[in-house]
């Protein structure tokens, strides 16, 4: 099936350090969302965005909706051990009753000690 | 705790059994999605409900799998006839009328063998 394409696919750094990750799509999304995975569990919901242009923060965390709809960027500042896992974006076509959410493909986050 | 729930959590079977997993969604949520999701890779989605109607289906979602929400609540996701093929996580959202925001239980791990 159809996946976004998010990059990096995986990042290595040092406790302390800033994180940048982003998702970019061929098509158009009504909204944006960031989840977290840690191994064995479900995806955990970190940050909605509804609005292009919209710059939403959650603590350490920033996010914002590419204006053309078509991308969207994950900050997250000051890492710390617990924000190992992986990340992924997912899409929310504009189509009234197509609610179905399209994942990307991940990124692995590892805090080198 | 009142987010999404699912049973089991790890499913073991032999080739060719037939196995079904439940899903209990956030209590107030009307939307129920169904997601499947391989190693190494983002959710993709299989079906999902509004109350008790499903409403849509993936090409995923082979004439092995059935789906069900029978009191528009808990969910049922049957798989007959399992194949190696069929190992993946499965996981259930839910969410609200406005359908936007998707909030996912822990997932089932199935291994065919």
């Known amino acids: 099936g159809q996946q976004l394409n998010q990059s990096p696919q995986s990042m290595f750094i040092q406790e302390g350090e800033d994180v940048s990750m982003n998702c970019t799509s061929s098509?158009?999304?009504?909204?944006w969302l960031w989840y977290k995975q840690d191994p064995g569990e479900g995806p955990v919901l970190l940050i909605a965005?509804?609005?292009?242009?919209e710059l939403t923060s959650n603590g350490r965390l920033t996010a914002q909706f590419g204006i053309t709809r078509k991308d969207s960027f994950l900050n997250i500042s000051a890492s710390i051990p617990s924000d190992v896992g992986i990340y992924f974006c997912a899409g929310q076509p504009p189509n009234f009753g197509n609610e179905k959410l399209t994942f990307g493909t991940g990124t692995r986050l590892t805090i080198i000690p | 705790d009142t987010g999404v729930s699912q049973n089991p959590r790890h499913k073991i079977t032999k080739r060719g059994q037939n196995v079904t997993f439940r899903c209990d969604p956030i209590?107030?949520?009307?939307?129920l999605y169904w997601y499947r999701q391989t190693l190494g890779q983002g959710p993709e989605f299989l079906t999902y409900f509004q109350n008790e109607a499903q409403l849509e289906k993936s090409r995923l979602l082979s004439d092995r799998f059935s789906a069900e929400r029978p009191k528009g609540s808990f969910s049922t996701l049957e798989i007959q006839r399992t194949e190696q093929g069929d190992s993946a996580m499965y996981l259930c959202?839910?969410?609200?009328?406005?359908?936007?925001?998707?909030?996912f239980g822990p997932g089932t791990r199935l291994t065919v063998l």
């Open positions: 209590s107030e949520h009307n939307r």
């Open positions: 098509s158009i999304f009504n909204t």
């Open positions: 959202a839910s969410s609200s009328n406005r359908g936007d925001t998707q909030y």
């Open positions: 965005l509804y609005k292009a242009g």
